[in-house]
């Protein structure tokens, strides 16, 4: 993907993608009849949605982290929202509640931290901003539900757990799992991404650190869009909602196979010799 042409068309798929994207939620949202007496699941499904959107958005903004470096982090939070979501979805008065009481609980302990460490001084002007900002916000949360701060795990079980219950233990096993590696840094992934075999034979082959960079990848980018679109689906399936939007994952797909396609045509020019990523799972 190096040809001025092909980047063009993608910077105008980046763009078809976000506007799409944008619209298939603001009309979910419409379309949802709202209960303000069960606020709660309206908001936390709401924020989840629209939090997808964003992670989709800010992938597709950003074509230098399309590679196995910073792409899985980003597929992991997204990894995240959707079993969150899936598993919200199945209870949603009672798990949204969880998920607020969780978060409030979090907001508070920071809360506690911050004033703690400036317990024995006079705190600066931003630091007396930053906490004043942080108790406004905890005080403005008026669910009639709130009667304590909890600060145990917000569903109360591991992710696993959660997506075996939100039947979506596949996702877990080659999504959610895989994407782990990279967010943090563990053996099978740097390994593959920061090493490489030392060409000095009588250094017995042993591996050396490195900071290989790797061209733009535009997988990771359908993947995001993937995710996304299954968030959405999930979501029609719970409440029957049926949007007319276009579908921006639909969209995506038909532009990236276009793509392909004339770039296949063009494959009887010699491609330069680029560095490629280790095999992923
Ligand atoms: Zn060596």
């Avoid at 976000?18 to 606020?39: G, P, V, Y």
């Avoid at 911050?114 to 916000?137: F, V």
């Amino acid at each position: 993907m190096s040809e001025d042409s092909d980047f063009r068309e993608v910077e105008q798929l980046i763009k078809s993608f976000i506007e799409e994207a944008r619209l298939e939620l603001r009309q979910r949202w419409e379309k949802w009849t709202i209960d303000l007496s069960q606020n709660e699941i309206h908001e936390v499904v709401g924020a989840l949605l629209a939090r997808q959107v964003t992670l989709a958005r800010q992938m597709a903004q950003c074509p230098t982290i399309w590679n196995g470096h910073i792409a899985p982090i980003i597929l992991r939070a997204m990894a995240d929202v959707f079993i969150s979501l899936t598993w919200v979805l199945k209870d949603p008065l009672e798990r949204s509640r969880k998920f607020v009481l969780y978060g409030l609980g979090q907001a508070v302990l920071q809360f506690e931290h911050r004033k703690a460490q400036i317990a024995d001084r006079e705190p600066t002007g931003e630091e007396k901003m930053l906490i004043e900002a942080s108790e406004a916000w905890i005080n403005s949360q008026r669910f009639s539900f709130l009667t304590d701060v909890n600060v145990g795990s917000w569903s109360g079980i591991s992710t696993r757990q959660m997506a075996e219950e939100a039947g979506c233990l596949d996702f877990y096993n080659y999504v959610y799992n895989p994407f782990s590696a990279c967010v943090h840094s563990m053996w099978h992934h740097v390994a593959r991404y920061n090493l490489r075999q030392c060409a000095n034979p009588l250094h017995q082959y042993h591996q050396v650190p490195e900071d290989p960079d790797f061209p733009i990848d535009p997988y990771n980018f359908y993947l995001s869009a993937k995710y996304l679109e299954k968030t959405f689906h999930a979501f029609d399936e719970k409440f029957s909602i049926k949007v007319d939007a276009p579908s921006a994952y639909e969209h995506l797909c038909e532009g990236l196979d276009k793509l392909s396609k004339s770039q296949n045509e063009e494959l009887a020019m010699p491609a330069e010799s680029n560095p490629s990523e280790p095999e992923t799972t």
